[in-house]
Every structure is written in structure tokens, then in C-alpha cells.
């Protein structure tokens, strides 16, 4: 097993086990060596979106890449300010062009309830603007569409009008923060989860039940947050600058976690904070 892993998206798609997060990396020579030294590590999974401001340096670190285009999966999701069926279809195209690519492996929609369309619409906007996901996947722009920070409450809205199922939905998941109501309701609904700060935005790394853990593994922490996520299935996406941070995140597979280890992890609570109300963030 390693980071060139796969798992099935609903629509039959393959989706590497692990991506490379890009939030919070700077635009130019910083993210275009990010993604250079996650694909020389092994990464084949990037994970960006517009509102990160990288998509061209990242677009740039792939034009120059070997690597066949079929080996990568790269994903974008939609800025916040554009909820609406026009605005979403001109995301996608932007998102393209600045990726220079000709097709997204997954483009999500980013947030569920965005302060700027909180109106007695809110539903509306939404349906309209997964409908713009549906065109672009049937046009072949998207292989496939999915959804981020979205609870059962707004993935139901969605199942009004729909006529894809969301293939992923990308949450905050990390030791201590596990929105289980939401983890249930997409593996029920064959809705895979992708979990967005692993590490708790770099929060989590003084937990000293972690520390402890780390140290009877021979592993740092890092890897132990992942590996305790890839065994729950998740889709993790840790995020570094660093290359050899970039390195020790993909070496996550020649180690497992006992049952009851696995358990200690679920068992914590808030070590690195909780993820943000969709309902009711100030964005
Ligand atoms: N959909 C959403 O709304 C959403 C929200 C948040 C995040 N995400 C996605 O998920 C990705 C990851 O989440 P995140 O950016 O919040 O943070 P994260 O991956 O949980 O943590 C990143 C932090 O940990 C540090 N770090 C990384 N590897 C390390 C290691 N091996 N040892 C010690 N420190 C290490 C990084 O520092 P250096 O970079 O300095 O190495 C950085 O400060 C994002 O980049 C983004 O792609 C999505």
C-alpha cells in the first residue's frame, strides 16, 4: 500500500488515498516547490481551490511535471462568492485555465451556506449551483463532483433536485474533532469523506496522548493522525511546505494501529479545536 493507493468514488472512479492539501501556501515559487517535492515524494492527489489563491503556481508545478496526466488527481472547489448557475459554470472554466488542464478530477462545491447567500433562498442557491457541477461532469469538464463542509442538513437540500449524488464530501476530521452524524450519513450514503486538516491546522501536535502514542510506534505524530484516518476509511490531506515534512506524510504505510489504539484517538475530544459551523461562519 502506499500514496498511489486507490479508493472508488461512487461513479467507479479511482481516487489516490491520500492527498496533498494547499491551503495556506503561498501563491509562486513557494506552492509550485510544494507540489514539485509532494509529486517527487509520491503524492499523486493535490488538492487546491480557488479561494487559495495557488492554482496558477500549482497549475505551472504540473505543466512541468513527467508525470503522465492519467497518474494525477487534482481537485478545486468553488470560491464562495459564486453560488449561483452562471457564476459556478465560469468557476470551473477559471479553475481550468489557471490549473491549465483540460478536465478537473473533482471539483467541490466549498462551502454549503456562505454568509453572501444566506437569504431565504439559501436552498435554492444551492440546488442551482449543484446543477452547474451536474452540466460541467456531463460536459466532461469534471470526472467527478462532490461537495465540502457539508452536514446531512445540506446534503438532504441538495437530494431534493439532484440527479448526481455528491461522489465526496470534504470535512474537518482529525483526533479529537469526528462529526460522527456527518461521517454516518456519508457512509450510508456511499458519499466518500475526505478529511481536511488532519493535523488540526498544525494544532494538534502537542497532544500528549499523541506524543505518547508516537513514541511506542516509532512514528511521529504526524503519521500516526493519518494513519488513525486512513484505517477509518477517510481520505486524508495533510498539507506542508516542507520536503521533508512533504516525505515523512507519505511514509503511512508500513505501520497500523491496534483496535484499541485506534479508540484511545476517537476517544479524544477538542485537542486541536473543532471545526467551524457552516450555518453560521462570518465567510
Ligand atoms: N474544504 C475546506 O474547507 C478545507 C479547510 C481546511 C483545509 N482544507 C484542505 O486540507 C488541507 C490540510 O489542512 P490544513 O492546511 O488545515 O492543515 P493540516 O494539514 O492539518 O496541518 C498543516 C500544518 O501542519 C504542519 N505540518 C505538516 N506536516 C507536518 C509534519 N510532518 N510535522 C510537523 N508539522 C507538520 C504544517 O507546517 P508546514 O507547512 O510549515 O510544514 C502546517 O502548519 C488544506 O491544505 C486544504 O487542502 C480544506
Known sequence: MSS????????????????????????????????????????RHIDTAEMYGNEQSIGEALAESDLPRSELFITSKLDNKFHSYEAATEA??????????????LFL?????????????WEEHLQETWRALED????????????????????????????IQPMVDQIRICPGDFDQETISYCQA??????????FGTGQIFSDPTLQKLAAKKGKTIAQICLRWSLQ????????????????????VFDFELTESEIKQLDDLEGIAGYATDPDTASF
Open 4 to 43: 498511489m493507493n486507490t479508493y472508488t468514488l461512487s461513479n467507479g472512479n479511482k481516487i489516490p488515498v491520500l492527498g496533498f492539501g494547499t491551503w495556506q501556501t503561498p501563491a509562486g515559487d513557494t506552492a509550485k516547490a510544494a507540489v514539485q517535492a509532494a509529486l517527487a515524494a509520491g503524492f
Open 92 to 105: 470551473i472554466d477559471r479553475s481550468l485555465a489557471d490549473l491549465k488542464l483540460e478536465q478537473l478530477d
Open 109 to 121: 462545491i466549498h462551502w454549503p451556506n456562505p454568509k453572501a447567500f444566506r437569504d431565504e433562498n
Open 136 to 163: 460541467a461532469y456531463h460536459a466532461g469538464k469534471l470526472k467527478a463532483i462532490g461537495v465540502s463542509n457539508f452536514k446531512p442538513k445540506h446534503l438532504q437540500v441538495l437530494e431534493k433536485t439532484q440527479t
Open 189 to 198: 450514503h456511499g458519499i466518500l469523506l475526505e478529511a481536511y486538516s488532519p
Open 232 to 251: 477509518h476509511g477517510f481520505l486524508p490531506l495533510p498539507k506542508s511546505v516542507h520536503a521533508d515534512r512533504i516525505k515523512e506524510n507519505t511514509q
